[in-house]
């Protein structure tokens, strides 16, 4: 259902005889002048609400992303895939530390200066 009202070229016609009729060729000017600076008005309005409901929707949408964005943040598969790996490694990074200590000091030991036992060669 269209709620524009639709003007043709005859009923704008008869608006302008009857407006020059009731008005008179002399005051006819003003009241144009009026008549445009009311539709101006009432255009500037029209668009303020409607950058007011614009802004509304905007408001509303980026609600939803921010609600949305921290179920994301709450419910993150890989934050909680990343936990239960390195919860089930634990043991296993335990063990290579121990191994690995276990190697540095028999290899510290082992690398103790030893006396020379030969004398060197001359020439």
């Given at each position: 259902?269209?709620?524009?009202?639709?003007f043709?070229?005859?009923e704008?016609?008869?608006?302008?005889?009857?407006?020059l009729i009731?008005?008179?060729?002399k005051?006819?000017?003003?009241?144009?002048?009026?008549?445009?600076?009311?539709?101006?008005?009432?255009?500037?309005?029209a668009?303020?609400?409607?950058a007011a409901?614009?802004?509304?929707?905007?408001?509303?949408?980026?609600?939803?992303?921010?609600?949305?964005?921290e179920?994301?943040?709450?419910?993150?598969?890989?934050?909680?895939?990343?936990k239960?790996?390195?919860?089930?490694?634990?043991?296993i990074?335990?063990?290579?530390?121990k191994?690995?200590?276990?190697?540095?000091?028999?290899?510290?030991?082992?690398?103790?200066?030893?006396?020379?036992?030969?004398?060197?060669?001359?020439?």
């Amino acid at each position: 259902m269209n709620l524009v009202p639709q003007f043709g070229l005859m009923e704008l016609l008869l608006i302008a005889v009857v407006a020059l009729i009731v008005v008179g060729p002399k005051d006819l000017p003003k009241l144009m002048r009026s008549a445009g600076k009311f539709v101006a008005k009432a255009k500037a309005m029209a668009g303020e609400f409607t950058a007011a409901f614009d802004q509304m929707a905007r408001e509303t949408e980026m609600d939803d992303l921010r609600q949305e964005i921290e179920t994301l943040k709450k419910e993150n598969v890989f934050s909680k895939t990343k936990k239960e790996l390195d919860e089930s490694l634990a043991p296993i990074k335990d063990d290579i530390r121990k191994e690995t200590a276990a190697v540095n000091d028999a290899a510290s030991k082992t690398s103790e200066p030893q006396p020379a036992t030969e004398e060197p060669a001359k020439s």
